[in-house]
């Protein structure tokens, strides 16, 4: 298992996109602290047997931690975003150089943004988000790509919600955490009959990042020690052992866990 990361080298607040960063305004990221927390991280990727690689930080691109939306893993081959944002659109070229260079496959996504923090894969479904960010065409265009390999659902979320993984994510064929209030009534009529065991969370427990963990094969998750107790739980009771780290000035740019790992 490959993850790709980048350190948070350049972290700063600049043209906030959400409501996270709006919030840190007062208290930007201190990127030593920053780059202390990253590095507990990549160890806690490595003592699982995860193998990093580590995308060259870009002065240019104060974002670039969150390797999740860059490239869209899980997927065979990967799928290299394509990114709503200027200011996000400058580190394409960084992964696709890296990504060529160690010889591994992906392809470029194609009918129009598609970025992976709107993309969870879970055996042989992939669910896409649709809000700020991700457009309609575009996952139209993963599901004919994957037609055949993959079940796709497609989510739409209400307006001022940037990524899916912020408000949704996978623990087990029929467990999920997720907070209702992102999606309309269909969709979530969709999203209980589809995970009958699954956690239902509040909007304080969706501002302590508590569904952007990430688990790491069937018996074991890293999460931000902000996650909710709830969703602590809930990752127990999927049978993965839970690993925690302090993401907390990572955490004022909106991402925490999943959106700083690309598992590929």
């Not at 104060?62 to 990114?83: M, S």
């Not at 960084?94 to 970025?115: H, K, N, Y």
Request: proline letters at 8%; glycine letters at 8%.
């Amino acid at each position: 298992m490959i993850c790709l990361v980048c350190e948070p080298v350049h972290l700063r607040i600049e043209q906030p996109t959400n409501s996270f960063q709006v919030e840190s305004l007062p208290d930007p990221p201190r990127r030593a602290l920053a780059l202390e927390q990253h590095t507990r991280l990549v160890a806690a990727l490595e003592r699982l047997g995860v193998e990093v690689l580590k995308v060259p930080a870009l002065p240019e691109a104060p974002y670039q931690v969150f390797t999740r939306d860059v490239l869209i893993g899980g997927l065979d081959p990967p799928i290299l975003a394509t990114l709503r944002k200027p200011r996000r659109q400058v580190e394409l070229p960084a992964v696709r150089r890296l990504l060529r260079a160690t010889a591994l496959p992906f392809v470029e996504s194609e009918g129009g943004c598609l970025e992976g923090g709107d993309v969870v894969v879970h055996g042989t479904e992939i669910f896409v988000g649709l809000g700020d960010r991700t457009e309609r065409p575009a996952a139209g265009w993963l599901a004919e790509r994957f037609a055949g390999d993959y079940e796709v659902h497609v989510l739409e979320m209400k307006p001022g919600f940037l990524h899916l993984d912020m408000v949704f994510n996978v623990l087990g064929p029929e467990r999920c955490v997720w907070f209702p209030a992102a999606f309309g009534a269909a969709t979530g009529d969709r999203m209980r009959e589809r995970f009958p065991h699954g956690v239902e969370i509040g909007l304080a427990e969706q501002r302590r990042r508590s569904t952007n963990f990430l688990p790491v094969g069937e018996s074991a998750a890293i999460a931000s020690t902000t996650i909710a107790p709830v969703v602590r739980e809930a990752i127990a009771a999927s049978g993965r052992e839970l690993h925690l780290v302090e993401l907390g000035e990572i955490e004022k740019a909106g991402g925490s866990v999943r959106c700083a790992t690309c598992l590929i």
